[in-house]
């Protein structure tokens, strides 16, 4: 006999899903034969299935062990361990700088990404057991390409994936960027253009004016400081689109230093040789919350966190103008 006592991140669902969830292996006719037979119940009583869950109930199985093993997997993928750079954690929610060449998510079943190191971090600190995996899996809420370091928000309980998946999805939690292009730009600009995705090759292209199947974009961007020749820009996604500031940039003459796919082969070549550069260099350098929230998370109302830069930009910029340029970015 097993029983699962309902977590907050269990609550709200209907009993038949989460029994899907624990018993991942378990046809659905073999469910509610069990349901209608009472070796499944509820709260001590006969139930259905189509019970909404709350917090607090009990869900007794009355199986054999070896059945329940039988109808029971859990999957944990096993990573190479990896220290996260934490930035900020409480019980809900945690910020992540991700250094450049980590995926967010896997693209096929063998990778390991933040998701998976996330999910072993949690589980090595005692934060989360196998067992509520059969329930809730913690992720992240938004993604950042291979080859861009920064933040990355991560939900470890229900509540805290759904706020932050909410604030991304309505745009109300603001993202900020650094990153490097070369030559002098001195005045801030807010750029508009319209962006098509080939989804062949994952591959964009940016159009100065409207074109069929393609996306509106606006970007903003002012710069912090120059050193070597190269300008460290501050940008601002209004739209969020596949390698926006990328190919934005790209499309009006100040592609990203160390950029093989939109950049100048140039640039990338000089900035190899002097700095050894071999990835785009950008930067999700700053998280502000909205102002506004609602409990029990108005304690995050306003918040901003910011992610130190990585290597390639001391190289370029040094340490002591970086930091000065990460204070004026700070306050534009």
């Known amino acids: 006999m097993k029983e699962i006592h309902v977590s907050a991140n269990e609550a709200g669902q209907r009993l038949d899903k989460l029994l899907a969830k624990y018993l991942n292996l378990a046809g659905k006719s073999f469910l509610y034969k069990m349901m209608r037979k009472k070796n499944i119940t509820l709260n001590g009583k006969k139930c259905t299935g189509a019970e909404k869950l709350e917090q607090g109930d009990l869900v007794r199985l009355f199986l054999a062990d070896e059945t329940i093993e039988k109808f ?66 913690p992720s992240i809420c938004n993604r950042l390409d291979r080859n861009t370091s920064g933040l990355v928000a991560g939900g470890k309980s229900l509540a805290g994936l759904q706020m932050l998946s909410a604030m991304f999805k309505d745009r109300s939690l603001h993202k900020y960027y650094l990153c490097a292009v070369k030559g002098s730009v001195r005045e801030r600009q807010h750029i508009s253009g319209w962006l098509y995705k080939n989804e062949k090759t994952n591959q964009v292209t940016v159009f100065e004016k409207e074109h069929k199947d393609a996306l509106p974009i606006q970007t903003e961007y002012v710069p912090v ?50 700095f050894h550069i071999t990835s785009q260099m950008l930067h999700s350098f700053e998280m502000e919350f909205p102002k506004h929230l609602d409990d029990p998370f108005s304690y995050l109302e306003g918040k901003r966190v910011f992610a130190p830069a990585p290597k390639p930009f001391v190289a370029v910029f040094g340490q002591e103008l970086l930091e000065t340029c990460m204070e004026e970015a700070r306050n534009k």
């Open 72 to 137: 029971s997997e859990v999957k944990v993928q096993k990573v190479v361990k990896k220290k996260l750079d934490i930035i900020y954690e409480d019980s809900d929610i945690l910020l992540i700088n991700k250094p450049s060449g980590m995926l967010s998510q896997k693209a096929k079943e063998t990778d390991e990404s933040l998701v998976e190191y996330l999910i072993d971090y949690l589980l090595d600190s005692g934060q989360l057991t196998k067992d509520q995996l059969r329930s809730f899996r």
């Open 225 to 274: 400081g120059e050193a070597n020749g190269y300008t460290l820009l501050k940008v601002t996604l209004i739209t969020g689109r596949t390698h926006q500031i990328r190919a934005h940039l790209a499309s009006i003459g100040h592609p990203l230093v160390g950029d093989y796919k939109y950049g100048n082969p140039a640039v990338n070549e000089e900035a190899k040789k002097r």
